[in-house]
């Protein structure tokens, strides 16, 4: 299997032992979580704004595609972690901005307790370029 490490700093560097993306067989992209970090700063964004943060995740999720050869036409799949689950309509919203209703991909959201500096949303996708 061929893999290569993508890195970019379009979107903010890992806080932990994981990379922004992996393009595996040189046809599928493995993104990691993004959340709502500046990646200039990497200062939180929309502290307490779950469309403002939702907006920076699928900013920084398009770079880190961007950085792979792909784009969010070319995500089949994303996962979508929420800390609040009453905050589903307004990330949807957002959500909804990013990707064609007709073509977009599989999604599954769930709420979790906590996520990493206690933002309100992760995304994460798997794209086919």
Known sequence: MVRRIVQTEQAPAPVGPYNQAIVASGEMVFASGQVALDPSSGALVGDGDVAVQ?????DNLSAVLSAAGATLADVVKTSVFLKDMNDFGTMNGVYATY???????????VEVARLPKDVLVEIECI???
């Open 54 to 58: 939702t907006k920076q995740c699928l």
């Open 99 to 109: 990707f064609d209703e007709a073509t977009a991909p599989a999604r599954a959201c």
């Open 127 to 129: 794209a086919v370029i």
